[in-house]
T-cell receptor, first 116, second 117 residues
Framework: ELKVEQNPLFLSMQEGKNYTIYCNYSTTSDRLYWYRQDPGKSLESLFV?????AVKQEGRLMASLDTKARLSTLHITAAVHDLSATYFC????????????????FGQGTTLQVKP | DVKVTQSSRYLVKRTGEKVFLECVQDMDHENMFWYRQDPGLGLRLIYFSYDVKMKEKGDIPEGYSVSREKKERFSLILESASTNQTSMYLCASSLTAQGGIAKNIQYFGAGTRLSVL
């Protein structure tokens, strides 16, 4: 069974600090997704990582993928209050080579609280 | 922009009622999904559909059924609502990834918060 585990599940940090959210998964995959969910709202796509070594950055967020270690990280640089949200990673269990129905497996989510 | 529309933001139903949750997407996506989201449990897949009239069970299909008669619409049905089905329900859609052409990103609706009393 494919499992996707995020660590930590809850993170409270001060503005201006750096931190990393980890996403581990239990089977081979070359596609990983990061989503953001604001309180009371739905999920929005942040990053799509499509190969080993892929790195994507937007503003203070940077995501990377190591398919050999089955690990993705979401790094937060100099956090600001606006980044407070829940962040989900999701893994494509089959990848594009075998064709698939689009099913993704989601982690539990990491709730980030940035304090002024 | 991709738009995934869920018919209701909030619903209150009584135990034993038959409940329909509707989802419509406007981007001609083949794949559609229903999840429920509960605190501490993340998103759990209930059912998904990769084509009209096709459906597959997800991780927690018990107590639910689905219908996809048209490509743009995917309905989740609670045959006889129970209190343990009180949850946030999220619908999503995506393009089929073939040969790496599409990125397989799922686009989500705003969610329906269902309370079963």
């Amino acid at each position: 069974e494919l499992k996707v585990e995020q660590n930590p599940l809850f993170l409270s940090m001060q503005e201006g600090k750096n931190y990393t959210i980890y996403c581990n998964y239990s089977t081979t995959s070359d596609r990983l997704y990061w989503y953001r969910q604001d309180p009371g709202k739905s999920l929005e796509s942040l990053f799509v990582l499509l190969s080993n070594g892929a790195v994507k950055q937007e503003g203070r967020l940077m995501a990377s993928l190591d398919t050999k270690a089955r690990l993705s990280t979401l790094h937060i640089t100099a956090a600001v209050h606006d980044l407070s949200a829940t962040y989900f990673c999701a893994v494509d269990p089959r990848g594009w080579r075998s064709g698939n129905t689009g099913k993704l497996i989601f982690g539990q989510g990491t709730t980030l609280q940035v304090k002024p | 922009d991709v738009k995934v529309t869920q018919s209701s933001r909030y619903l209150v139903k009584r135990t034993g009622e038959k409940v329909f949750l509707e989802c419509v997407q406007d981007m001609d996506h083949e794949n559609m999904f229903w999840y429920r989201q509960d605190p501490g449990l993340g998103l759990r897949l209930i059912y998904f559909s990769y084509d009209v009239k096709m459906k597959e069970k997800g991780d927690i299909p018990e107590g639910y059924s689905v219908s996809r008669e048209k490509k743009e619409r995917f309905s989740l049905i609670l045959e006889s609502a129970s209190t343990n089905q009180t949850s946030m329900y999220l619908c999503a859609s995506s393009l089929t990834a073939q040969g790496g052409i599409a990125k397989n990103i799922q686009y989500f609706g705003a969610g329906t918060r269902l309370s079963v009393l």
